[in-house]
């Protein structure tokens, strides 16, 4: 199966701060999403992005398919942000990440 | 339109029991995928449903079944339930297939005593 690796694993940032979460994968896919597990563990999809670059208000993901790996940015940081990021990748089935645990402070 | 609901939320069984799980997908979507949640593993992905077939499965021992009905609703067994089968259950339902963005349903969360 394919390989994904996210990093950091924890985060701990004040609010307001900006953060990059990071996602490679071992071989070329047909699909990459961005999802943020909130504690009571739902799973909201937050980008569909193969390749390229997309943004949703303060949050904004890049994908270079070529070089096999993802990026989330978050900007401006909330309480509310804090949760689990997960990426995944599919090619044929979907593959997770262990995730980033994003812990943000007031 | 409504979102992806999983019944039931919270279950309780003892090793041995089975376990059936339900997921109805957003409507109109007929792909529907499930997937397991533990500290250890994170998730894994069980198999998937398109037009009630099994297109797709992970590597799961066969205790692990599930099944798609007409409209597009999904069902999960677990048999013969084993301590490791604490988890938490995920279902995802996509318009299409999985190259389509997955929406998640919250989950069963399921305790093996």
């Known amino acids: 199966g394919i390989q994904v690796e996210q990093s950091p694993p924890d985060l701990i940032l004040q609010e307001g701060a900006n953060s990059t979460l990071r996602c490679n994968f071992s071989?070329?896919?047909?699909?990459l999403q961005w999802f943020h597990q909130n504690p009571w563990g739902q799973l909201i999809n937050l980008f569909y992005i193969p390749s390229g670059t997309k943004q949703n208000g303060r949050l904004s993901a890049t994908t270079v398919a070529t070089e096999r790996y993802s990026l989330l940015y978050i900007s401006s940081s909330q309480t509310t942000d804090s949760g689990v990021y997960f990426c995944?990748?599919?090619?044929?089935?979907?593959?997770f990440g262990s995730g980033t645990k994003l812990n943000v402070k007031p | 339109k409504a979102g992806v609901t999983q019944t039931p939320r919270y279950l309780i069984k003892t090793r041995g029991q089975q376990v059936t799980l339900s997921c109805s997908p957003i409507s109109g979507h007929r792909s529907v995928s499930w997937y397991q949640q533990t500290p250890g593993q994170g998730l894994q992905f069980l198999f998937e449903?398109?037009?009630?077939?099994?297109?797709n499965k992970g590597n799961f021992p066969g205790r692990f079944s599930g099944r798609q009905f007409s409209n597009s609703r999904s069902e999960m067994n677990v048999s013969t339930l084993e301590l490791g089968d604490s988890a938490l259950y995920l279902c995802?339902?996509?318009?299409?297939?999985?190259?389509?963005?997955?929406?998640f349903g919250p989950g069963t969360r399921l305790t093996v005593l």
């Open positions: 071989d070329s896919v047909n699909n």
């Open positions: 995802a339902s996509s318009s299409d297939d999985t190259t389509d963005t997955q929406y």
């Open positions: 995944a990748v599919e090619r044929g089935k979907f593959y």
């Open positions: 449903y398109f037009s009630e077939t099994q297109r």
